[in-house]
């Protein structure tokens, strides 16, 4: 057994290599876009080394095959306002070997340790949270685009070498034909009656305006969180930009209230059924394959992406809007069931609104944290009842 250091772009491969191995014989795996994650671990391109440090390992088996891998990354910046300074781990892949997973744990936590980290979170990414967070739990059916998915042995590698549950955090889905429009058109009808409450679909030739008043709303919407970055236009602007070929206007608007930014609603279809056959790589063939299967598919999932209200409107009925932009004909026959990503467990204020839209837990992943200084006591956030949880697809 070696564990080497991934220097270099000629080194790339190896670091792929790792995932085909251990699911090779999983329907449901689809490979994440190779692309996607160097663009993690490319400084020009991941604003996060700006403040931060990242570094990659890979552990050779006693035949010098890659048998396992991780990632150890942390944010200087942003353990400034932590009350002690937190690495993490990620993209931990490792064959069916206890022995190998403890090395892997080992390593990337004495490079954590060397850069000041005094406790660790994993398996996360070096950066956004609205990705690649969390070991899935519950619910084992293929995932979507840029969402975690690991074998059930993962769960004792993390436990069994001192990691911590900390935070839950679930997938939630429904029908779309089961979401209460309806209902929610009679409500957004009386608020029309005294107010100007107008909710305008996504167009690229608005681009400009769309990405100032979306960051207007998200950073008044989500400031008082815990992990909370503000967003820039300029941030956003380049989403849209890079997403063109897959957005769909009828899953992307802005809610105005009396003429301000009130709102947004952002979904995308997902990609992971389209994406499954390339096994990671999207070359210039593949994305015209991709593309082809793109527009002649004819019903996809719809995956949230992000929803948020302005503090000043949250009472003014806007869920009733949104849910009214949803319903249209083509949002009802094109896409059967929506998923709601990232929603902590203990976020009870937006899970308090999703209640109202007849979705149920579909699944759900944990971030673990460990301690690396014996001064550390960790207090992890509210988990739900899991015996009480109902999942449509309990294994």
Same mark, same amino acid.
């Given at each position: 057994?070696?564990?080497?250091?991934?220097?270099? %772009?000629?080194?790339?491969? @190896?670091? #792929?290599? @790792?995932?085909?191995?251990?699911?090779?014989?999983?329907?449901?795996?689809?490979?994440p876009l190779e692309r996607d994650i160097q663009s993690i671990f490319t400084p020009a391109s991941n604003k996060a080394y700006e403040h931060g440090e990242a570094q990659l390992f890979v552990l050779l088996d006693d035949h010098a095959a890659p048998a396992g891998r991780i990632a150890a990354f942390i944010d200087h910046h942003h353990n400034q306002t932590q009350p002690y300074p937190v690495g993490g781990i990620g993209f931990f892949e490792c064959i069916d070997n206890a022995d190998y997973a403890a090395a892997l744990f080992e390593k990337a936590e004495s490079w954590l340790q060397a850069h000041g980290a005094q406790a660790v979170d994993g398996p996360v990414n070096f950066g956004e949270r609205d990705r690649y967070w969390g070991l899935l739990d519950?619910?084992?059916?293929?995932?979507?685009?840029?969402?975690?998915?690991?074998?059930?042995?993962?769960? %004792?590698?993390?436990?069994?070498?001192?990691?911590?549950?900390?935070?839950?955090?679930?997938?939630?889905?429904?029908?779309?034909?089961?979401?209460?429009?309806?209902?929610?058109?009679? @409500?957004?009808?009386?608020?029309? +009656?005294?107010?100007?409450?107008?909710?305008?679909?996504?167009?690229?030739? #608005?681009?400009?305006?769309?990405?100032?008043?979306?960051?207007?709303?998200?950073?008044?919407?989500?400031?008082?969180?815990? #992990?909370?970055?503000?967003?820039?236009?300029?941030?956003?602007?380049?989403?849209?930009?890079?997403? +063109?070929? =897959?957005?769909?206007?009828?899953?992307?608007?802005?809610?105005?209230?009396?003429?301000?930014?009130?709102?947004?609603?952002?979904?995308?279809?997902?990609?992971?059924?389209?994406?499954?056959?390339?096994?990671?790589? !999207?070359?210039?063939?593949?994305?015209? +394959?991709?593309?082809?299967?793109?527009?002649?598919?004819?019903?996809?999932?719809?995956?949230?992406?992000?929803?948020?209200?302005?503090?000043?409107?949250?009472?003014?009925?806007?869920?009733?809007?949104?849910?009214?932009?949803?319903?249209?004909?083509?949002?009802?026959?094109?896409?059967?069931?929506?998923? !709601?990503?990232?929603?902590?467990?203990?976020?009870?204020? =937006?899970?308090?609104?999703?209640?109202?839209?007849?979705?149920?837990?579909?699944? =759900?992943?944990?971030?673990?944290?460990?301690?690396?200084?014996?001064?550390?006591?960790?207090?992890?956030?509210?988990?739900?009842?899991?015996?009480?949880?109902? !999942?449509?697809?309990?294994?």
């Amino acid at each position: 057994m070696q564990i080497i250091e991934i220097q270099g %772009a000629g080194m790339w491969k @190896v670091f #792929h290599s @790792v995932p085909p191995r251990i699911y090779a014989c999983d329907p449901n795996w689809v490979c994440p876009l190779e692309r996607d994650i160097q663009s993690i671990f490319t400084p020009a391109s991941n604003k996060a080394y700006e403040h931060g440090e990242a570094q990659l390992f890979v552990l050779l088996d006693d035949h010098a095959a890659p048998a396992g891998r991780i990632a150890a990354f942390i944010d200087h910046h942003h353990n400034q306002t932590q009350p002690y300074p937190v690495g993490g781990i990620g993209f931990f892949e490792c064959i069916d070997n206890a022995d190998y997973a403890a090395a892997l744990f080992e390593k990337a936590e004495s490079w954590l340790q060397a850069h000041g980290a005094q406790a660790v979170d994993g398996p996360v990414n070096f950066g956004e949270r609205d990705r690649y967070w969390g070991l899935l739990d519950k619910g084992f059916d293929m995932p979507l685009f840029q969402e975690n998915y690991q074998p059930r042995y993962y769960k %004792a590698f993390f436990e069994n070498n001192g990691y911590i549950p900390f935070e839950q955090i679930l997938t939630l889905t429904g029908l779309t034909a089961d979401i209460p429009f309806e209902r929610m058109s009679a @409500v957004a009808n009386r608020i029309r +009656r005294d107010h100007d409450v107008r909710i305008e679909r996504y167009h690229p030739a #608005h681009i400009t305006r769309y990405a100032h008043d979306f960051c207007e709303v998200y950073n008044a919407s989500f400031r008082h969180f815990q #992990h909370f970055k503000p967003i820039y236009p300029e941030k956003v602007r380049a989403f849209l930009h890079d997403a +063109r070929f =897959i957005l769909d206007p009828e899953l992307l608007c802005i809610g105005y209230f009396e003429g301000k930014p009130a709102g947004f609603c952002l979904l995308l279809p997902d990609i992971n059924p389209l994406l499954q056959p390339f096994r990671g790589k !999207l070359n210039a063939l593949n994305a015209m +394959r991709f593309l082809w299967r793109r527009r002649t598919t004819q019903h996809f999932r719809a995956k949230g992406i992000g929803f948020g209200i302005h503090p000043d409107y949250k009472s003014k009925g806007l869920m009733a809007f949104f849910l009214e932009f949803m319903s249209s004909k083509h949002n009802l026959s094109y896409y059967k069931k929506m998923y !709601l990503t990232g929603v902590r467990a203990h976020n009870w204020e =937006i899970r308090s609104i999703y209640d109202k839209m007849a979705v149920h837990t579909d699944r =759900i992943h944990v971030a673990y944290r460990k301690a690396l200084s014996p001064d550390i006591e960790l207090e992890p956030f509210e988990f739900l009842e899991t015996g009480k949880l109902l !999942l449509q697809n309990e294994d």
